[in-house]
């Protein structure tokens, strides 16, 4: 069954299409803080690091940690916007 799921993805994104899995993930991830996100992110590369894993499991925990990782980094992108536009209104007020 891994290796239909597997092709479905490799179709998906053949076809321009982020692969549904991938889809749910985010979906989960997004309502996740930063700080719980970047939390989460610490443990997985910790048992990432510490290896004795299955691979298919290693796998999946290197999966959740990039998309943890993706949404820390839009957590902090979306801060850096923030202050660029409430600085370029404080220098338009000048």
Do not use: F, H, I
Not at 53 to 78: I, M, V
């Amino acid at each position: 069954m891994a290796k239909t799921e597997s092709a479905n993805a490799k179709a998906q994104r053949e076809a321009g299409q982020e692969p549904t899995g991938d889809v749910e993930l985010r979906e989960e991830l997004a309502a996740l803080s930063y700080e719980q996100a970047r939390e989460e992110l610490v443990t997985t590369v910790r048992r990432l690091e510490a290896g004795n894993l299955p691979l298919e499991e290693s796998l999946s925990l290197w999966k959740r940690g990039e998309a943890l990782a993706d949404r820390c980094q839009a957590w902090l992108d979306g801060a850096r916007e923030t202050l660029e536009q409430a600085r370029a209104e404080q220098a338009a007020d000048d």
